[in-house]
T-cell receptor, first 115, second 110 residues
Framework: EAGVTQFPSHSVIEKGQTVTLRCDPI?????LYWYRRVMGKEIKFLLH????????ESGMPNNRFLAERTGGTYSTLKVQPAELEDSGVYFC?????????????FGSGTRLTVV | LAKTTQPISMDSYEGQEVNITCSHN???????ITWYQQFPSQGPRFIIQ???TKVTNEVASLFIPADRKSSTLSLPRVSLSDTAVYYC???????????FGAGTRLAVHP
């Protein structure tokens, strides 16, 4: 079984540019989550999709962040325009059922550096 | 999710047993205790979960006393590849999200 795949693994962009991160969850996992760790901080929840619907986007920092999951398969997270404080590692996770603390599978993350 | 407290860092040597204790005084009746492991440049990975007493799998053991206000993750005979950050999470999953603390950074030395 393929795991959660994230692309790119690294991205370096200039302040003000746009970046789009992609996550391919495990096939058949209806639940998809985005998390991020910014420098020196803890891993924080961003949002949760159930299929193509946003179940919880309470962790999205501001309206420069837009997450989509068209068709309920892969998801994208776009940052536009990027700011310096957006630098960090963005993780995607998927699960077959929601609510089970032991059911999350994480990708390796995308390291975003905004200069 | 219940607030958890665990050491910021620990050091060990290859072949030793490592015990990481997590305090969760406000654990609720329906809460489970779940541990994730994160290697450098990777995402967190589930390693073990328990409710009470002892749970053991191929990776670790989890010891939970009767009052459930703390738990201990035990890694037998660690190797260099066990160097990672270990997160203790406590909850019943009702929030549909994981809330990570700072975790315990374990460094295993030759």
């Amino acid at each position: 079984e393929a795991g959660v795949t994230q692309f790119p693994s690294h991205s370096v962009i200039e302040k003000g540019q746009t970046v789009t991160l992609r996550c391919d969850p495990i096939s058949g996992h209806d639940n998809l989550y985005w998390y991020r760790r910014v420098m020196g901080k803890e891993i924080k929840f961003l949002l949760h999709f159930v299929k193509e619907s946003k179940q919880d986007e309470s962790g999205m920092p501001n309206n420069r962040f837009l997450a989509e999951r068209t068709g309920g398969t892969y998801s994208t997270l776009k940052v536009q325009p990027a700011e310096l404080e957006d630098s960090g590692v963005y993780f995607c996770a998927s699960s077959q059922v929601s609510g089970a603390l032991d059911g999350y599978t994480f990708g390796s993350g995308t390291r975003l550096t905004v200069v | 999710l219940a607030k958890t407290t665990q050491p910021i860092s620990m050091d060990s040597y290859e072949g030793q047993e490592v015990n990481i204790t997590c305090s969760h005084n406000n654990i609720a009746t329906n809460d489970y205790i779940t541990w994730y492991q994160q290697f450098p440049s990777q995402g967190p990975r589930f390693i073990i979960q328990g409710y009470k007493t002892k749970v053991t799998n191929e990776v670790a053991s989890l010891f939970i006393p009767a009052d459930r206000k703390s738990s201990t993750l035990s890694l037998p005979r660690v190797s260099l590849s066990d160097t990672a950050v270990y997160y203790c999470l406590v909850g019943d999953g009702g929030y549909n999200k994981l809330i990570f603390g700072a975790g315990t950074r374990l460094a295993v030395h030759p």
